[in-house]
């Protein structure tokens, strides 16, 4: 629809994929006024999934909602190193869940997990117990490790965190749709990146089962440090990189 007014006005707003986007929210519209609102709130500047719900990950449909951060493809390498370490039945909590995307798709790709989920955003919570629920997974509301269930410590083998990793002083040159319609809780890493981090890999011991692995998604400028953060809490690391999503991921190991 390159000629389309929805096409123009997009553009307009300053989107280089207009023409996507166009169709995309043609084929989600039932009604002519359901078009014009959801067109209005892309302009706007309201993220593209917010606008019609809902973002491809791994080849799955996640919920999205607004002032959730929205899943991106560069965390594709998270759920794939998690799910060669992982198998079937295996316990997996996804911290800093937002959407549940992650633990979501891990569940797919092992064919069923014991699945957990928390953060500390209360709309995150709700969406992703609506992507998790129906998997069977437990949602909770809370700082990392403090709203799990206890009999969970030393159980879990996989520990999956797509925590927040941009500098605080890097927040103000993302784009606008994510700094002014994401919170900021979920971007901001601190000084380095790495001030949420370090309280992960802190607390990650005492609840990953003997031979239990944590994986962390990070920068590729910020992997050695983020290495180093394992290191200090005491867990061997490893860091690989997909250069096909642009991703970058730290592995940590609690010995056997």
Known sequence: MPDSP??????????????????????????????????????????????VGWVEFCG????????????????EVLVREAA??????????????????????????????ELYGT??????VRCAARNLEPLGGCVFEGDLYAPLPAALRGQVDLLVVNA???????????????????????????????DVQQRVAAGAAGWLAAGGHLLIETSREQAAR????????GLT???????DVDGTVVIGSRPR
């Open 60 to 75: 799955l449909r996640i919920g999205v909602e607004p002032g959730v951060f929205v899943p991106r493809r560069r965390t």
């Open 6 to 51: 929805v096409v123009a006005r997009l553009r307009a707003a300053g989107s280089v994929f207009a023409e996507d986007e166009a169709a995309l929210l043609v084929a989600e519209a039932r009604t002519s006024e359901e078009l014009e609102t959801m067109v209005e709130r892309r302009v706007a500047g309201l993220p593209l999934e917010v606008v």
């Open 119 to 124: 953060d500390i955003e209360p709309a995150a």
């Open 164 to 194: 927040p990793y941009v500098p605080t002083d890097a927040i103000a040159f993302m784009p606008p749709e994510a700094r002014e319609h994401e919170p900021h809780v979920t971007l901001d890493g601190g000084p380095d990146g790495t």
């Open 226 to 233: 983020t290495a180093e953060v394992f290191a200090e809490s």
């Open 84 to 113: 060669a370490l992982g198998r079937a039945g295996a316990v997996v909590v996804d911290l800093c869940c937002g959407t549940g995307a992650v633990g979501a798709a891990v569940h797919a790709e092992l064919g069923g997990v």
């Open 237 to 243: 690391s490893t860091v690989r990189r997909a250069e």
